[in-house]
């Protein structure tokens, strides 16, 4: 039995629009987390985030619909698809700590792979010739980006490739959901997981007992929470809107599109990261950088490409008919 919902070229393309805006968005966020590592630890990062990102969440589910949407026949998905999100996120925050942010974005880029893989057994959904090739060029080219460095085989680079294998699993779960729970449903479910854990860990390690552990991304999960500086609360602010705006629109695009024609898209998150790079800390990628990051926009291009020519033989099709 196919348990997907049925998309039509006209969801996928939306779901597309939803994955653009949302990686912009997501891209933002950990660029901030990276900005803040710093000073504050993992834990109070995202505790602050995902509580803004909570209030967004209920006000995102009082425009669509009302509380009641707070309601769902399957907790214990929502809850692991949640929990999925926090392995994910503490996973890439980690080694965006310890590594240019190009670089650990390029390494999480095998989960488009992973979503294509996952999505044919689990979703039961058909990979056609030109999706297989583009997300292959895609591959490609992020595999270009990963030219081997001094710094590339830390432990650190081990993180981004669990971030995305978790990140893929949620994604599936996401699609599973999207059945009969709504893209804020999932989002208020996501920041209340990730508010509770969150302030458990800061509870039971929040006092920095464990810091002081001689690499960027343990000192990142083992500091102790402090009070934040008032120069720093736009920033968390900012941190909170792009996590709760970002979810909802993440769950909409997996949850309208296919997945396996979504995923590619996740790429545009690549060439910004390396901009945000760039001006933030004077990181800058090298001619393999370059190339790989052609080749992976110009797969993202053709599928969106290949898209509109399908919605343009349906609508023909139609007037025909």
Known sequence: MHNAIPSD???????????????????????????????????????????????????????????????????????TRGGLLIIANMALFMAVAAMPIAEAIAIFFVAPLFITVLSIPILKEKVGPRRWLAVIIGLSGVIIMMEPTAGIFDWASLLPLIAALAYALMQMLTRKLGITDKASTMTFYNQSTLVVVSLIIGLLIGDGKFSNMGHASLDFLFRAWIIPAQSDLWIFLVLGLTSGFGSYLLSQAYRLGEANLIAPFEYVSLPMSVVLGYLLWQDFPSYNGFAGMTLILGAGLYVLYREKITIEKHLEQNQNG
Not at 24 to 35: E, G
Not at 36 to 43: A, E, V
């Open 9 to 79: 070229s006209n969801d996928n393309l939306r779901g597309i629009y939803c994955i653009l805006i949302g990686m912009v968005i997501v891209t933002i966020q950990d660029s901030t987390v990276k900005w803040l590592s710093p000073d504050y630890s993992l834990h109070q990062i995202m505790f602050i985030r995902s509580a803004i990102g909570l209030v967004i969440a209920i006000t995102i589910i009082v425009m669509d619909g009302g509380l009641q949407l707070m309601k769902t026949r399957h907790l214990g998905l929502q809850l």
